[in-house]
């Protein structure tokens, strides 16, 4: 395998990982939000799990980006 064989293969488990996280995302704001339902325009601090899935989420598209520009750039 030559380096962006891996490269390919380390943004197709980051992009799976970050849909993964979307998906988890919605899913803690309820049913209701899933499915384009109003929840109130109530905003509210993330504590907890939600925070952390948060900022994982963030890291995932932030790597994802990054592999997508360096595969680029060697591709």
């Known amino acids: 395998m030559q380096f962006g064989d891996y490269l390919d293969v380390a943004q197709i488990i980051l992009s799976i990982g ?3 996280a979307i998906i988890l995302q ?4 309820g ?7 109003d929840t109130g ?8 799990i939600e925070r952390t899935l948060f900022f994982i989420t ?3 598209a932030a790597a994802f980006f990054v592999v997508a520009i ?6």
């Open 58 to 60: 963030i890291g995932l």
């Open 31 to 37: 049913l209701g939000g899933l499915s384009g339902a």
């Open 26 to 29: 919605s899913k803690s704001a």
């Open 70 to 75: 360096v595969n680029v750039i060697v591709g």
């Open 18 to 20: 970050l849909i993964g």
């Open 41 to 48: 325009g109530v905003f509210r601090a993330r504590r907890g």
